[in-house]
């Protein structure tokens, strides 16, 4: 039997972010957290995610703009730090992360004495994102040839497919995995191991890097054992 | 003028690939942009690359340039300094004759703009023109290209009921944006690879340069590209320079500016950097026509490193030019020059002549360090700040404002 008939074939696809300006600024601590709890629910995304497709040369353990900004603005590291740890793609939904970046920043406010201020100019400026997505009218029948496919895939298709995608599928999933899924048992493997593949802590041109060696590690290996 | 495919050489296939897929929904569609001046400032020059390729993706694109007197660009210059913060005082004659000049260029202006499906009316000087359209079939953007991030209330407030009417309107960063009752997008600049500014040029049209403006190649050379403006700071780099000249004796430096016809306190200012240079030799004050492109091109890449001390900038597309010559940048801690000059990565953000002497005297003793950051600068450059990326955000607004603004819009 050959199953790739039976699945609809890949549609590759691709994105573009615009950000929007809210007019929410904070220049305390304690204004970042009043923003964060009224701010929509994009703005939030937008602070963990949309920076990947946006410039941005800052040091890795600071992948969050509130992270970034509470350590360069309010010179707060240990705050930095504890924001920075937060991973987006543990929590079910962008509520729940708002209410644990609100329970960081208030156990902070709770034991500090002073609140430390960013200067006027280094406010934190909230942002929110709309996206277009567009049809790079490209497909993908069989899953064995992604490997060949995602070297040559935009890094903003990447984003796309393998984070945008945890907000569209109701399992919270990338795209590839959603695929794969449909051919039955046959790809648990690969699925396994692309649940493996953390997207928070890599730029996307790394990230396009992880899946690829991913992939073709698990091809590879299926092709010894002649799985295939 | 190039082509889209030109692009792809520098860019990616994939990258031009995507303007293509972004514009196919508005092919056809007529599209109209507005500003003061066909030469000189970073407006023009980006217009003059962007509506080209715009039209080339099949978007009908056409850009329109309101006229005025004297008075007029005294006004708008006004403005100007007004937004980026400094006190001014304008004659309500001056506000008069503004208003009147834009009624009298909507007037000529109503036949492209009332039935263009898209307008982008740049900068403060043509803004009132949307009050005068009032049978507009298309949406109005504002696009601010101006460090308003402290703005000085009274000039902000003059102008704020000119603006609250567009669609939307466009910032260079996140810190200028204002309040307004519509979405305010956020899309830096770019330059373009191809430009005569930017392009990679013969050897021996680079060391011309030397003996065109008596410079010796031997010795170091800081350079600070940029219009004889205030805000711009040269007096500030002249100091830097000479702070730096007592402990590196050889350091040459080059400031060199044209000016724009928008742009008439530019003469006063060069006064001052005459009067700061105090006759050193080693000063190269230059006033460049506004054509100078190739010159100011090789400038950039004989110099060691380049300046920007700003102390209010919009965004600095001289900073990209000089980071994507693989020059290290020493600019002043402001608008979208933080942005782009990245401390230890692309160069140094800096706040005072001293602090810019500090930095010259470091790049100029570690000449591995000033190599490396100037690679790094360089690639930052290819992947955010080029005219592709520029454009791709401009198609996506467009997509965005022509299906009715929603939060996720897919395109088949």
Same mark, same amino acid.
């Given at each position: ?228 | ?23 196919? @929904? ?25 509506? @080209? ?143 005569d500014k930017n392009i990679a040029l013969p050897e021996e049209e680079i060391s011309g340069i030397y003996a065109e403006f008596d410079i010796d190649p031997d010795r170091p050379l800081v350079t600070q590209i ?26 040459q430096l080059v400031l060199a500016g044209g ?23 080693d000063i190269k004050i230059l006033l460049l026509p506004?054509?100078a492109h190739r010159k100011i091109n090789a400038l950039q890449r004989v110099s060691d490193i380049v ?14 030019e000089a980071?994507?010559k693989?020059r ?85």
């Open positions: 039997m050959n199953n790739t008939t039976q699945v609809m074939p890949f549609s590759f696809k691709d994105c573009a972010l615009s950000a929007i300006a809210t007019g929410r600024r904070a220049q305390t601590l304690r204004e970042l957290r009043d923003h964060i709890q009224q701010v929509q629910p994009d703005s939030i995304y937008y602070h963990f995610w949309g920076g990947r497709l946006q410039p941005q040369f800052d040091e890795p353990e600071y992948n969050n703009d509130f992270a970034g900004w509470v350590r360069h603005a309010l010179r707060d590291h240990s705050t930095a730090e504890q924001l920075a740890v937060i991973d987006p793609t543990e929590f079910e939904s962008l509520e729940d992360l708002r209410a644990e970046i609100i329970e960081v920043i208030e156990a902070r406010l709770y034991e500090q004495e002073m609140v430390p201020w960013s200067k006027p100019d280094e406010k934190f400026s909230f942002i929110r994102s709309q996206i277009v997505v567009f049809d790079r009218h490209h497909s993908l029948e069989d899953p064995a040839r992604l490997g060949d496919e995602i070297p040559h895939t935009t890094t903003s298709s990447i984003f796309y497919h393998f984070i945008d995608a945890r907000r569209r599928s109701p399992k919270g999933r990338d795209d590839f995995s959603n695929w794969l899924e449909g051919f039955g048992d046959r790809y648990v493997g690969l699925i396994e191991r692309l649940a493996d593949v953390d997207p928070y802590f890599s730029t996307l041109s790394e990230l396009r890097n992880q899946l690829t060696d991913v992939i073709e590690h698990y091809f590879h290996e299926t092709e010894s054992k002649g799985g295939m | 003028m190039e082509s889209l495919h030109a692009y792809a050489d520098i860019v990616g296939h994939e990258v031009i690939d995507q303007l293509r897929q972004l514009a196919a @929904p508005l092919k056809n569609r007529k599209v109209v942009h507005v500003n003061s001046t066909r030469m000189g400032g970073g407006v023009a020059e980006i217009l003059n690359k962007l509506i @080209p390729l715009m039209n080339e993706l099949g978007i009908e694109t056409h850009w329109e340039v309101i006229s005025g007197n004297t008075d007029f660009y005294q006004c708008t210059k006004s403005f100007h300094n007004g937004l980026q913060g400094n006190t001014v005082n304008i004659p309500s004659n001056l506000l008069r004759n503004f208003e009147e000049t834009n009624r009298e260029n909507a007037t000529l202006l109503r036949p492209a703009l009332q039935d263009a499906d898209l307008v982008f009316i740049h900068d403060p000087q043509p803004a009132p023109l949307l009050e005068h359209i009032s049978d507009r079939k298309g949406k109005w953007i504002w696009r601010c290209h101006i460090d308003v991030s402290h703005p000085y209330r009274p000039v902000w407030k003059y102008l704020r009921p000119f603006l609250a009417g567009y669609d939307a309107s466009i910032w260079s960063l996140p810190d200028f944006a204002q309040t307004l009752p519509h979405p305010q997008y956020i899309i830096p600049p770019s330059i373009d690879p191809l430009s940029s219009r004889y403006d205030r805000f711009k700071d040269p007096v500030g780099v002249v100091a830097a320079y000479q702070l730096s000249k007592r402990f590196i004796p050889g350091l000016g724009a016809s928008d742009d008439p306190e530019g003469e006063a200012v060069l006064d001052e950097v005459y009067a700061a240079a105090n006759g050193d030799p506004a054509d300046l920007q001390k700003s102390t209010r900038e919009g965004f600095g597309l001289t900073v990209t980071l994507w693989g290290p940048v020493i600019g002043g801690n402001t608008g979208g020059i933080r942005l782009q000059v990245i401390n230890h990565h692309t160069g140094f953000l800096v706040s005072t002549p001293e602090g810019a002497a500090l930095r010259i005297r470091y790049l100029l003793n570690h000449r591995d360090i000033l190599e490396h950051m100037g690679k790094t600068a360089q690639e930052f450059v290819r992947d955010h700040f080029l005219l592709t990326r520029h454009l791709r955000e401009y198609l996506t607004l467009m997509v965005i404002l022509s299906k009715n603004n929603s939060d996720r819009i897919m395109l088949s």
